[in-house]
């Protein structure tokens, strides 16, 4: 049983945080609905008055609703759990229609709502999901089955891990699931007065680490700030007394410096002609803790935001617009989540006006939707599995292969907890990555080439980008571009960022172990341990992306390595001159070149853009004239920057090799952060050959840059 309640005569310490935070229905009075609920079952087709306040809440959100079926669950509920009490001493049946109330305030649809109703009778009655599918249908059951299997998780310390995995299963294939359990912690937190203080705190300290997060991820604001608030009164009860202390102090202040910001926003809002509701929206107690320890002394301002409501979405931007162009915009607190939603659904402009005396406003703008969303993100999402009005009637019926429904409206949070649950190659490794992605707050978004985006974790890296996007093939990326320029996938990645994943054609491609200490998603971290796990040998000694010390030079034969190089195709405008390559630049026919005499009467040629050129220049040196002569033959340095994998220097060298060009030497540098870098000096038959040979080589996969050597 469900029986985490408490003397409703004793409320729980955070409750003035709703009064100051929002206008709410009262609420409802236990005892007086538990004299109610026990009247008995009222006449067929009358609505009982103990469900009069949820009828209420609902009609406002929906008003053509069919309250028939809340009337029959009510009935089978009331029947059902007469004689059990709550540990407050009430009827039981006060609480199941209590976390009824709070879903239909955010505006859940009948079928939520009826399972509301119903969610613990299964387990603490004698009613049976059988029965429950006879009188509601299938959807209802569903809905109560899940609830039913919520209640019979340990989330504390000693939690099963894969009962809570098979736990988030469950509720994961239907949002409304976690939503009536949410509720259901909600009241249970509302009234935990009378329990012992050492249960109190293990429960709230659940609610913290657990249900809160899933609050956030499931975008349902209104329950996650006041159960934030309750579980703040109960953990730090000092901290908790002195903010309230400060919200007492700032409301029995006789100036209000945002009501005064917010009668001006309404006059600019008025002489624009753009039809508006603007609000105040006091900050709740952890938001008004986290500003003063963020700020030091708090101002007036401080204390809460303006909430701009408007109809249509291109009127939040004119809103915005007339704001910065009347008032004294905060350009640093500008964020555009309309355009780019956060991953839990929420949608608004956030800004910030100044006034004169330094108060500074923070400005959410949003729709009338956006709001509805914004504070009850999933739940105000109605029945998921409803064919749209239009829908065609194949559409409507359409389930997955495997017969579990499709969700069109999860979070892609949910999504992808369902995609890497299926995964993890233990429960260890799912419990483990779970926790630590529950401890992520904060996520964002970056844009793919072709427009597309990304949710990914703050201190996300492209690694986990790669895993995002292309799930297991993502064994095979070797690189990426962010913002136009070239990163290793150990490149920790910003919001707003671009991210061109670079994959290779190699099917021997392969993860690397040392990928899992860039790897901070749990999608990225379980590919490469199964990959790692199926691939003992590999995982052991991962293969080398390169040589792991220089390969020495090796010379053509019947060629010195170290001979100093002449250049028989060059003419200089100096009688008996010896004339030599400059190594620095490595110029071919038709560079535009020139040179400088050195000592024992050489002439280097250099191509005219070496940086060796403008440094002799700045000394005085003076240039002697130099030519091609008649030949086309001739030898280059080529600088080839790649990112490292198996048979990369194989590859490398056998597409030279087609080309015709013969290597002199080579020299392979040490892996850099995944890079590799390799030099070759090439003969050439004819110069004209160059850029098919530098062409082939930036073809083979893994390299990503290939140039003429340009030594300082």
Known sequence: MSAEATNPATPGPAAPAAAVRRKARPRIDLRRLGRAALLGNAARGKLPDAIGHVAEAHRAHYPDADLEPLRRAYVLAESSHRGQMRKSGEPYITHPLAVTLILAELGAETTTLTASLLHDTVEDTDVTLDQVREQFGEEVRYLVDGVTKLEKVDYGAAAEPETFRKMLVATGSDVRVMSIKLADRLHNMRTLGVMRREKQERIAKVTRDVLIPLAERLGV????????????????????????????????????????????????????????????????????????????????????????????????????????????????????????????????????????????????????????????????????????????????????????????????????????????????????????????????????????????????????AAYAQYGEDAHACIGARVNGRLATLSTVLTDGDTVQLLMGQDPAS???????????????????????????????????????????????????????????????????????????????????????????????????????????????????????????????????????RPHLLADLTEAMAQEGAEIVSATVEPPSQQRVRHTYTVDLPDAAHLPALMRAMRNVPGVYDVGRAQHQ
Not at 525 to 537: C, F, G, T, V, Y
Not at 558 to 586: E, H
């Open 510 to 644: 392969e993860p690397s172990r040392e990928w899992l200490e860039h790897a901070h998603t749990p999608a990225a971290r379980i590919a490469i341990q199964r990959w790692l796990a199926a691939h003992p040998d590999s995982a052991e000694e991962p293969p080398a992306p390169a040589p792991s010390r220089p390969v020495p030079e090796f010379p053509a034969p019947g060629a010195a390595a170290g001979a100093p190089r002449t250049a028989s195709a060059v003419v200089a405008d100096r009688p008996g001159a010896t004339v030599r390559l400059a190594g620095c630049c490595t110029p071919v026919p038709l560079d535009e070149v020139t040179g400088f005499a050195v000592r024992g009467g050489v002439v280097t040629v250099h191509r005219v853009e070496c940086a060796s050129v403008a440094h002799m220049k700045s000394t005085g040196r003076p240039e002697v004239a130099v030519s091609w002569d008649d030949s086309t033959a001739c030898r280059v340095t080529l600088v080839a920057e790649s990112f490292g």
């Open 221 to 464: 604001q209104a329950l996650k700030t006041e159960l934030e608030d309750l579980v703040f009164a109960i953990l730090h009860p000092e901290e908790y007394e002195h903010t309230r202390e400060l919200i007492a102090a700032n409301a029995a202040r006789a100036d209000d410096p945002l009501a005064a910001i917010a009668d001006e926003v309404r006059g600019v809002l008025r002489e624009a002609d753009i039809p508006a509701e603007v609000l105040i929206r006091p900050r709740h107690f952890v938001s008004v803790h986290r500003v003063s320890r963020k700020r030091g002394e708090l101002r007036g301002a401080d204390f809460g935001r303006l909430l701009v409501l408007v109809n249509e979405d291109a009127d939040c931007y004119a809103v915005l617009g007339e704001l910065h162009t009347c008032l004294t915009p905060v350009v640093s607190e500008f964020k555009d989540f309309i355009a780019v939603p956060k991953f839990n659904l929420y949608q608004s402009l956030h800004t910030a006006v100044a006034r004169a005396d330094g108060q500074v406003a923070e400005v959410l703008i949003r729709t009338h939707q956006m709001h509805k969303v914004a504070e009850a993100g999933v739940v105000a999402l109605g029945n998921p599995y409803a064919p749209a009005a239009d829908a065609p009637a194949a559409e409507a019926a359409d389930t997955a292969a495997d017969g579990e429904r499709a969700d069109p409206t999860r979070p892609g949070w949910l999504s992808r907890l369902l995609d890497w649950q299926k995964a993890a190659p233990d429960t260890d490794t799912f419990w483990s990555t779970l926790r630590e992605d529950l401890a992520q707050d904060r996520e964002i978004t970056v844009f793919r080439p072709d427009g597309g985006t990304l949710g990914l974790p703050e201190g996300a890296t492209c690694v986990d």
